[in-house]
Nanobody
Framework: QVQLVESGGGSVQPGGSLRLSCAASGIISSANTMNWYRQGPGKQRELVATITRAGNTNYADSVKGRFTISRDIAKNTVYLQMDSLRFEDTAVYYC?????????WGQGTQVTVSS
């Protein structure tokens, strides 16, 4: 059974950094894409970053140049390095895996940017 478990969330001041991790129970190498989504207060869930099976990455315009998605296949883990955090980055961050026609989600981890 596929399980995605996020960690690394917390509270940080504007301009700070956090690194989120997603432990992905052996599916990273077979997933079409591994993704990070977020859902801020009163907002719809949005795609933040993607890494494909080939290792190509893509980012939402709002995080380009500040966030970096990466993976460690040996550790079955996907990361989201978040730098220069802003108030508007406050959200629950979710790890997502797309495997053929299936879609898997983690439980989410809270990121709060406040002074």
């Amino acid at each position: 059974q596929v399980q995605l478990v996020e960690s690394g969330g917390g509270s940080v001041q504007p301009g700070g950094s956090l690194r989120l991790s997603c432990a992905a129970s052996g599916i990273i190498s077979s997933a079409n894409t591994m993704n990070w989504y977020r859902q801020g207060p009163g907002k719809q869930r949005e795609l933040v970053a993607t890494i494909t099976r080939a290792g190509n990455t893509n980012y939402a315009d709002s995080v380009k140049g500040r966030f970096t998605i990466s993976r460690d296949i040996a550790k079955n883990t996907v990361y989201l390095q978040m730098d220069s955090l802003r108030f508007e980055d406050t959200a629950v961050y979710y790890c997502n895996a797309r495997v053929v026609i299936s879609n898997y989600w983690g439980q989410g981890t809270q990121v709060t940017v406040s002074s």
